[in-house]
């Protein structure tokens, strides 16, 4: 099969290029390191020639809601108007638990992009899956006030990138599914724990304010509602020992 991996470098994608390819596929990277711009389409339609599936897992660092709902609405238009084109059979997309009543950032982006999928001609799949465990170390790099860094407050339940990069190769080798059981991680983990665990993983010793964040997002990050529900598939690498195999 000929798999083309949207955001193909990128913290989930490199791990779906990796297992697409331990199983044999043929396999084409979409970024702008190998001339596709996602965002405006530019040199996508000719990656696309001989492409049986597209997995869409490009992403965007934003808190913002327009920029999220703009970035998502035109990378999936742009790859729905090019697999119609190019006679693609299947677009797998990575989604993620909980966004179902979000009003606001990122995951209003996200339900954006569900729609656009679920309305396309494409045969489509979407699996939603929880915070990964890498998750903890962008939350130490990112959320600082001044050198100080911070613990936002929040109820995850995290899964291993690669463990959600199989799964994704695993449903575009089953073809069209629709909107599939959702994915999540072997236990729930409070991130503060998570992000103060990695630091001192890393040798940092500072002191580590668990906090939590204003509005609507901190209180969906507080109340559970990113946690999978009760139907849900789950991985096996927990968080421990995730960060374990980093050092």
């Known amino acids: 099969m000929k798999i083309a991996v949207a955001g193909g470098t990128g913290r989930v994608g490199a791990h779906v290029v990796e297992t697409a390819r331990e199983h044999g596929h043929e396999v084409v990277v979409l970024t702008r390191g190998n001339g596709v711009d996602l965002v405006s389409g530019v040199g996508l339609a000719p990656a ?5 599936t597209v997995i869409d897992v490009a992403s965007v660092t934003t808190l ?6 703009a970035f998502f609405s035109a990378v999936t238009r742009n790859l729905r108007d090019a697999e119609a084109s190019a006679a693609v059979g299947h677009h ?17 982006g996200k339900q954006a992009q569900e729609r656009l999928v ?3 001609a494409v045969p489509w ?3 939603r899956a929880t915070q990964f465990h890498e998750f903890a170390p962008q939350m130490f790099a990112n959320a600082k006030l001044g050198p100080l860094h911070l613990a936002p ?3 995850t339940q995290p899964i291993a990138a690669r463990e959600v990069a199989d799964r994704l190769v695993e449903l575009a080798e089953f073809g069209p599914s629709g909107r599939v059981t959702d994915l999540a991680g072997p236990k729930e983990e409070s991130l503060s724990d998570m992000v103060k665990a990695y630091a001192r993983a890393t040798g940092y010793r500072g002191w580590i304010p668990a906090i939590p964040l204003p509005g609507e997002t901190g209180r969906r990050q507080r109340d559970g509602s ?3 529900g009760p139907g849900a598939q789950l991985g096996h690498e927990t968080f421990a020992e995730w960060l374990a195999g980093q050092a």
């Open 48 to 52: 696309l020639d001989g492409v049986d």
């Open 64 to 69: 913002r809601t327009e920029d999220a709902v």
């Open 226 to 228: 990113a946690l999978p």
């Open 125 to 127: 799949t979407i699996l």
């Open 92 to 108: 797998v997309a990575l989604s993620i638990v909980g966004i179902d009543g979000a009003t606001e950032g990122y995951y209003v």
């Open 153 to 155: 407050k929040m109820r």
């Open 118 to 120: 679920e309305a396309s």
